[in-house]
């Protein structure tokens, strides 16, 4: 039985019924849905499903029978995120999205990357390479003294560089600083620059409008906080992105239309941004993660998600030779800590000794923000609104166990 936590239903009242939805919260603790979610009955059994329909009548004919539950993963996007279902693509991650999206910018040499530096490490990457490749400049945005961006700042650098794209993450890989992507994307507009925000880890814990955040390119993945199935990714690109010709370099098929021996014609939609082939199974389990999500109530997830990080912020901090790294004015779901005395692949199998799923980071993951907080790595767990204070106050007490 589903259970909805809308006003109706308390999380008390709505948590057993969550938990019986979501197998894998009998067999662990898991604090690693920054990494991926746990799936929930729904998603496994219609991806489980199709994968039987490809089997038995042919995976084409299967898709193509499918076509109307396949079309609800743009609808169910449009219907988390705003925007429309025509404004959304597939990809197979977040940062395959991201790349067909940078790759739809006709940078040249001397063309100005605006960021900060608290983006994710495999779009500063990209930005790197871009700059190998076509001599673009990269500029980072200053922090503010308790950390996240100086948004004051960055529309100072927005003025001076007039940057051909402005570049941010709502919340980076390596800790749970939230960044105010919508005040940045409220002087993108004002001076009319092209801006794309990596949502990979805001997307299902937080209500997303990307019209409020003025994004002409916003991307994620639905295996993390949406708790969809892995190899998934999502790209939405603003009408005014599209109608202004944006189109990844190499467009195939699926996106453009042959029309003479010499000519395409890239499709009207996001769809120029998609590929031909698909793994139809991921997606419509997709489209049932995002239905469930919603089904559940992001605001009421938005809500309970960073409390019960918080809980168990404090309660790590707390523990002698454990710091809580998190810095910023809003902090999400993301908890990182620096341990003393541990190595980090040790202390990590200590945890999954436990049954405790988490994550670590490295310093190469976050060149900028380790190096401010002098760590070289940091243990990363990442609870959601299935999770309880009792799994939190264990792992507490797990914790404070092994420092001992
Ligand atoms: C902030 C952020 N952006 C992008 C990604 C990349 O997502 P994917 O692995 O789907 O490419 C991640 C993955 O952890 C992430 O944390």
Redesign the pocket.
């Known amino acids: 039985m589903r259970a909805h936590c809308s006003a109706s239903a308390t999380w008390g009242e709505s948590l057993p019924a969550l938990r019986a939805d979501t197998p894998g919260c009998e067999q662990v603790i898991h604090f690693n849905n ?2 991926c979610g746990l799936l929930a009955t729904p998603v496994l059994t219609t991806m489980l499903e199709h994968l039987q329909l490809e089997a038995q009548i042919g995976g084409y004919e299967a898709s193509a029978s499918r076509a109307a539950e396949v079309r609800e993963f743009y609808v169910e996007l449009a219907a988390l995120l705003g925007g429309w279902p025509d404004n959304f693509a597939f ?8 790349s067909t999206a940078l790759s739809s910018i006709p940078f040249e040499r001397g063309d100005v990357i605006l960021t900060t530096r608290n ?5 500063q990457i990209a930005f790197l390479s871009l700059r190998k490749r076509f001599g673009i400049e990269l500029v980072h945005a200053p922090d503010l003294p308790e950390g996240g961006v100086d948004v004051a700042a960055m529309a100072l650098l927005m003025k001076e560089h007039r940057p051909r794209l402005v570049a941010a ?6 800790s749970g600083l939230v960044q105010p992507v919508a005040e940045i994307g409220r002087h993108c507009r004002e001076l009319g620059l092209l801006y794309l925000v ?4 805001s997307v299902g814990q937080y209500p997303i409008d990307v019209e409020e955040i003025g994004a002409d390119f916003l ?3 639905c ?2 906080f949406l708790r969809g199935p892995r190899g ?2 999502f790209l939405y690109v603003s009408d005014r992105a599209l109608a202004a010709g944006h189109e990844p370099l190499f467009i195939d098929m699926h996106g453009a239309n042959w029309t003479a021996p010499g000519a395409y014609t890239p499709s009207r939609t996001a769809s120029r941004f998609e590929e031909w082939e698909f793994p139809y199974a991921t997606v419509l389990g997709c489209a049932a993660a995002v239905r469930y999500a919603r089904e559940v109530g992001i605001e009421a997830i938005s809500r309970r998600t960073p409390q019960l990080a918080a809980r168990l912020r404090d309660g790590l901090d707390a523990i002698p030779g454990v710091r809580a790294l998190d810095r910023g004015e809003q902090l999400g779901a993301l908890v990182t800590i620096a341990v003393d005395d541990w190595q980090p692949e040790e202390f990590k199998s200590a945890l999954d000794a436990q049954g405790i799923n988490s994550a670590l980071s490295f310093r190469n993951f976050a060149q900028f923000d380790f190096g401010d907080k002098n760590v070289n790595w940091c243990l990363r767990l990442s609870p959601h609104y299935y999770n309880t204070d009792e799994e939190v106050d264990q792992v507490i007490a797990t914790v404070k166990s092994l420092r001992q």
């Open positions: 920054a990494g990809a197979s991650s977040a940062t395959h999205a991201y983006d994710f490490i495999s779009n993450t709502h919340i980076p890989t390596n990596d949502a990979c880890q991307t994620g993945t295996r993390k998934s990714g």
